[in-house]
């Protein structure tokens, strides 16, 4: 079945700094999502995109669906301690399906 | 109150017991979906239902049944429970027309 690839698997970061991270696949997709999971939770939707070379913020996150359609960024801008967890990246291709395709997940840490 | 509800959160069972984990949705929602999490793998869908009387099998369904007892409520079942499915299990819903899924808190099930 489809694959994500999303890097990198893991981070050590200190507060304050810029974060990036990616999600390439081998299939053009429609839509792409990021989603967060703290530790013992379920995912929480941070950021939809549903156009390609389209840009879009929710407070220090910035997330871009890439213009070949085969890829999306997330960056985090002054990375908080509260910003500890892992980033999941998900695409939906254009069967319409529906259903959507996982990335393993970026751990991030951040030391204060 | 949380719009996607899962229960129990945590449960263990022995090998051959049946279990079922349940699901309620109040964002009413047709598509209802079962993930599986296991350490390294992300997310893999077990099943999806568009709807009351369309049920689907995802990816990894061996072992695993459903029933979509009406729009809100969905349940997972694992009819005899074998160790290798301990996992994270979390329940998702999304609209008709959208791609982006709302998760539920997860059940940690963990099988002796």
């Known amino acids: 079945g489809q694959q994500l690839n999303q890097s990198p698997q893991s981070m050590f970061i200190q507060e304050g700094e810029d974060v990036s991270m990616n999600c390439t696949s081998s299939s053009i997709f429609n839509t792409w999502l990021w989603y967060k999971q703290d530790p013992g939770e379920g995912p929480v939707l941070l950021i939809a995109l549903y156009k390609a070379g389209e840009l879009t913020s929710n407070g220090r996150l910035t997330a871009q669906f890439g213009t070949t359609r085969k890829d999306s960024f997330l960056n985090i801008s002054a990375s908080i301690p509260s910003d500890v967890g892992i980033y999941f990246c998900a695409g939906s291709d254009q069967g319409g399906s529906e259903k959507l395709v996982f990335g393993k997940g970026t751990k991030l840490t951040v030391n204060p | 109150d949380a719009d996607v509800t899962q229960t129990p959160r945590n449960r263990i069972t022995k090998t051959g017991k049946r279990i079922m984990l349940e699901c309620s949705q109040t964002k009413g929602h047709d598509r209802m979906y079962w993930y599986r999490q296991d350490p390294g793998l992300g997310l893999r869908l077990i099943y999806y239902s568009f709807d009351v009387k369309d049920i689907n099998k995802g990816e990894i369904s061996d072992g695993y049944s459903v029933s979509r007892q009406a729009q809100a409520k969905f349940s997972l079942s694992l009819e005899s429970a074998i160790p290798n499915q301990t996992a994270l299990y979390f329940c998702?819903?999304?609209?008709?027309?959208?791609?982006?899924?709302?998760f539920g808190p997860g059940t940690r099930l963990t099988v002796t």
């Open positions: 998702a819903t999304s609209e008709v027309t959208g791609h982006e899924q709302y």
